[in-house]
């Protein structure tokens, strides 16, 4: 499984962003699938998952009610839309895919929320 995340970028505390994931390879082994970030001198934290499905969510205290993943299976995308960021949520964001027993992860997106 090869994961490849896009949609970052420089934005304005209050704005909006959309990231991306897309899988490839053996998809069809995915199950569930998540986005994680790290900021600088920060160890990597959870922000959302989202099930097989896509009919179960988990999100992070600090972004509920702000962001939203979904995923498209026919597409092999996932998302997470961004609203009202803040400047703590400056980070690298990762997506995760979980496929068997193993994690795949993607090589990051930048998001940098200014004040």
């Known amino acids: 499984v090869q994961l490849v995340e896009s949609g970052g970028g420089l934005v304005q505390a209050g704005g909006s962003l959309r990231l991306s994931c897309a899988a490839s390879?053996?998809?069809?082994?995915?199950?569930?699938m998540g986005w994680y970030r790290q900021a600088p001198g920060k160890q990597r934290e959870l922000v959302a998952v989202?099930?097989?499905?896509?009919?179960?969510?988990v999100y992070a205290d600090s972004v509920k009610g702000r962001f939203s993943i979904s995923r498209d299976n026919a597409k092999n995308t996932m998302y997470l839309q961004m609203n009202s960021l803040k400047p703590e949520d400056t980070a690298v964001y990762y997506c995760?895919?979980?496929?068997?027993?193993?994690?795949?992860w993607g090589q990051g997106t930048q998001v940098t929320v200014s004040s």
């Open positions: 995760v895919a979980q496929a068997g027993p193993y994690d795949y």
């Open positions: 390879g053996s998809t069809f082994s995915i199950n569930a």
């Open positions: 989202i099930s097989n499905g896509g009919g179960s969510t």
